[in-house]
């Protein structure tokens, strides 16, 4: 059965760091393609930062450029997202994304979500 379970949120100030964590059952980050994606109330669900199955390139949305940073840690099959300088319109639910290639196509998988929240 396949789990990403997400942590490291919760509430900060701004300027603040935090680090979300989405450790991976019955799944292998390493093979995958990890995502990243935020919720903000009232707002759409929002693609904030991938890294590619190979692990040699990542990209971020415009909005968090330069200021966070997705990692991947195969030992502990355990994908990051660093968040520094953080602002009050960071705040949202934060859900990790996995998808993992079969021979019956792509399986995509989700975490429940970790809320950060970033105050003025």
């Known amino acids: 059965q396949v789990q990403l379970v997400e942590s490291g949120g919760g509430s900060a100030q701004a300027g603040d760091s935090l680090r979300l964590a989405c450790a991976a059952s019955?799944?292998?980050?390493?093979?995958?393609?990890m995502s990243w994606y935020r919720q903000a109330p009232g707002k759409e669900r929002e693609l904030v930062a991938t890294?590619?199955?190979?692990?040699?390139?990542?990209n971020y949305a415009d909005s968090v450029q330069g200021r966070f940073s997705i990692v991947r840690d195969n030992v502990k099959n355990t994908v990051f997202l660093e968040m520094n300088s953080l602002k009050p319109e960071d705040t949202a639910v934060y859900y990790c994304?996995?998808?993992?290639?079969?021979?019956?196509?792509?399986?995509?998988?989700w975490g429940q979500g970790t809320q950060v929240t970033v105050s003025s």
């Open positions: 994304k996995g998808v993992q290639m079969s021979w019956s196509g792509p399986h995509t998988y």
């Open positions: 019955g799944f292998t980050v390493s093979s995958s393609a």
């Open positions: 890294i590619t199955r190979a692990g040699d390139s990542s």
